[in-house]
């Protein structure tokens, strides 16, 4: 699987059918593995192809390992197969590569491994350090920059049920006291962990609120509305000067684009069996027969 145009070309149409391929390989990698984390990546799909295939994000496609422009990090690193299938639609990752999730000598382990794939500069998944790793970056780029025109922005997707770690609570201290306006996170609000509702387990109230009074800019979007997405995107980058680190709040649907998973807690952690990866990849095909008519149409 490639991109078929260069990123900053892509449509809304394009991304959409980005993101849905991004779903069919996050259930071929955890039907595969038996296990795996299917819930969390689907929700975080339309996010990912927003920000990775719209252009919005400055990053080498031809060398993974160069670390020189933007950076991502994926806290929520249960969600690894929704970054391996982006990896794969770039290349990084062949599809040979797609079965093997949390096989013993795989690349695509269960939680990201730096050691074992190129762009990846930290194992991730120890819920809430994605954050604060994201702000030290941050920060250096901040002072590397400092004479610049272009700024580089580091990028982080955090999980709800992470934000009741409180590591990330110190980190949205340091990077707003650091006014470190070239950080954006994205807040993957599906409202559901592992042993339920965030709500009901441990609910993180007016978190809109929290990230202001704690001296962040705020926006909250439906993260399934990928033009939404890519507006905040936008509005994020255009905060450099504002000395606030930005946060996008994205409600979305733990499961989005298999209608058996949504908004189930069950498939945070399970694996889907053979019949019911093939229920789920039928529905994904129709919709992206459904969004490709779209491409071409347009």
């Known amino acids: 699987m490639s991109l078929t145009k260069a990123p900053a070309d892509r449509s809304v149409a394009d991304l959409a059918l980005a993101a849905n391929e991004l779903r069919q390989d996050v259930i071929r990698e ?3 593995a038996k296990s795996g ?3 969390g990546s689907l929700s975080a799909a339309d996010i990912m192809s927003a920000l990775w295939f719209s252009g919005a994000m400055a990053y080498n496609e031809a060398d993974a390992n160069d670390h020189s422009a933007d950076r991502f990090f994926l806290s929520k690193g249960h969600a690894a197969p929704v970054l391996y299938a982006v990896f794969h639609q770039l290349g990084w990752v062949a599809d040979e590569d797609i079965p093997t999730l949390r096989q013993l000598g795989s690349k695509l382990q269960g939680h990201p491994d730096c050691h074992a794939l190129p762009f990846l500069e ?5 819920l809430g350090q994605g954050l604060s790793v994201s702000a030290g970056v941050a920060l250096g780029l901040q002072i590397d920059d400092r004479e610049a025109a272009d700024k580089r ?4 997707v955090l999980g709800d049920g992470e934000m009741q770690e409180g590591s ?4 949205m201290m340091f990077a707003a006291a650091r006014k470190l306006d070239n950080l954006v996170a994205f807040l993957d609000l599906n409202n559901l962990q592992i042993d339920g509702h ?3 387990v441990c609910s993180l109230g007016d978190i809109d609120a929290k990230f202001a009074a704690f001296g962040w800019n705020v926006k909250r979007v439906n993260g399934h509305d990928i033009p939404a997405v890519l507006d905040a995107i936008a509005w994020a980058k255009g905060n450099i000067g504002s000395e606030k ?3 996008i709040i994205c409600e979305t649907i733990k499961g989005k684009g298999v209608s058996f998973m949504e908004d189930q807690v069950g498939w945070h952690g399970k694996a889907p069996s053979a019949e019911q990866a093939e229920v789920a990849l039928a529905e994904l095909a129709a919709e992206h027969e459904r969004l490709e008519k779209e491409v ?3």
Do not use: K, L
Not at 122 to 126: E, K, R, V
Not at 153 to 156: E, T
């Open 153 to 156: 922005r580091v990028f982080c």
């Open 198 to 200: 965030v709500t009901d």
């Open 30 to 32: 955890v039907t595969a």
């Open 296 to 298: 071409n149409n347009g």
């Open 168 to 171: 990330n609570w110190e980190a």
């Open 245 to 247: 680190p930005s946060v």
């Open 122 to 126: 930290i194992c991730s998944g120890s």
């Open 37 to 39: 984390h299917p819930g």
